[in-house]
């Protein structure tokens, strides 16, 4: 079987406001776990408790994003400035 190789160039990323994408992602994460905690007991109950923990992983890898987007969106900013 031959490799493929692509036949035309890839596009350009898409830009948006991947900060604030991120930001209510997180949001979202940490507001879905504290909907869940009262329900503790019905999630140890029936072996779901996974779906606290997932909720929290997803809040806290949420952070380590917004950190990471926002020092690359201030990189972005700052190459841009020099070039001009």
Request: net charge positive; proline share 6%.
């Amino acid at each position: 079987m031959a490799k493929w190789t692509p036949q035309h160039e890839a596009p350009e990323p898409l830009e948006g406001p991947v900060v604030a994408t991120i930001t209510g992602g997180t949001i979202l994460w940490f507001v879905l776990f504290l909907a869940q905690l009262p329900f503790y007991g019905w999630f140890h109950d029936h072996g779901r408790t996974w779906w606290l923990w997932t909720c929290l992983a997803g809040g806290g890898l949420g952070l380590i994003g917004i950190w990471y987007v926002r020092g690359r969106d201030a990189a972005i900013k700052r190459a841009g400035a020099a070039r001009q």
